[in-house]
């Protein structure tokens, strides 16, 4: 579960990023965040996550107020957290494989458990067979859903995009959405930003709006308001 509590946010450029923003996303959900360029989305994001902190309000994720977890906590908070970012941030000086790897071997997992791990994500994606190659000689697509493997393969219980699909042709879009909503249905809950109002709206889950900071619509799917979560631990 995830919840805002009149948060907001001002840069020190004096950028006001957000505005006393509340919402609580379930646990097992998954919800999309829409606005325009410069509406707050990666700064909303970037709030879960703990890059940056907000300057006055609350956030709960699961039953923690994530502020007040200290230095030392955060870097266990995050392995909780997958993200996906829009230009990938892979190292093309590394395997598709060994790219997947990095978060385990940062949480020194067991070689063996982490092969096993990092295998079975990248079939999740369908990348098995390109396990050896680098990721400079794959598609776009292709390596979004690399990009897509290493945020899984911790299973993670809490999954962030940030314009996943920002560069991608809808084909290629609608295939990274399904891959996330196949995630969503195992119990990992999803907060995705996308401007791409044609393409989050024909896949019927709830949408937050932003527009300069401030949340001004709060959308559910007719098809979804009956339809209870189905949170559960990954």
């Known amino acids: 579960?995830?919840?805002?509590?009149?948060?907001?946010?001002?840069?020190?450029?004096?950028?006001?990023?957000?505005?006393?923003?509340?919402f609580e996303l379930d646990q097992g959900a998954m919800a999309f965040l829409t606005g325009r360029s410069g509406a707050g989305k990666s700064t909303l994001l970037k709030l879960i996550m703990l890059t940056e902190r907000p300057d006055q309000g609350q956030i709960v994720v699961g039953a923690r107020n994530i502020l007040r977890l200290s230095a030392a906590q955060i870097p266990f908070y995050r392995r909780r957290i997958?993200?996906?970012f829009?230009?990938?941030q892979l190292l093309y000086d590394r395997s598709v494989f060994d790219n997947v790897m990095?978060?385990?071997?940062?949480?020194?997992?067991?070689?063996?458990?982490?092969?096993?791990r990092v295998r079975a994500a990248l079939d999740k994606v369908g990348l098995l067979n390109k396990e050896k190659m680098n990721p400079v000689t794959l598609s776009g697509g292709e390596q979004q859903r690399?990009?897509?493997?290493?945020?899984?393969?911790?299973?993670p219980q809490i999954l962030l995009a940030d314009e996943p699909t920002g560069n991608l042709d809808p084909e290629l879009a609608a295939e990274i959405m399904l891959l996330f909503e196949?995630?969503?249905?195992?119990?990992?809950?999803?907060?995705?930003?996308?401007?791409?109002?044609?393409?989050?709206?024909?896949?019927?889950?709830?949408?937050?709006t932003l527009d300069q900071g401030v949340l001004v619509k709060d959308e559910m799917h007719p098809s979804r308001r009956d339809t209870p979560s189905r949170g559960a631990d990954i």
């Open 1 to 22: 579960m995830i919840r805002f509590d009149e948060v907001s946010k001002r840069y020190g450029s004096g950028h006001q990023a957000l505005k006393q923003v509340s």
């Open 82 to 84: 997958g993200v996906v």
């Open 86 to 88: 829009q230009d990938h």
């Open 102 to 116: 990095l978060p385990l071997r940062i949480d020194a997992y067991d070689k063996h458990e982490a092969a096993r």
């Open 146 to 155: 690399v990009g897509i493997a290493r945020a899984v393969v911790n299973r």
């Open 182 to 208: 196949q995630f969503n249905q195992v119990g990992v809950s999803m907060l995705i930003a996308s401007h791409d109002l044609s393409l989050i709206t024909r896949l019927r889950h709830r949408i937050l």
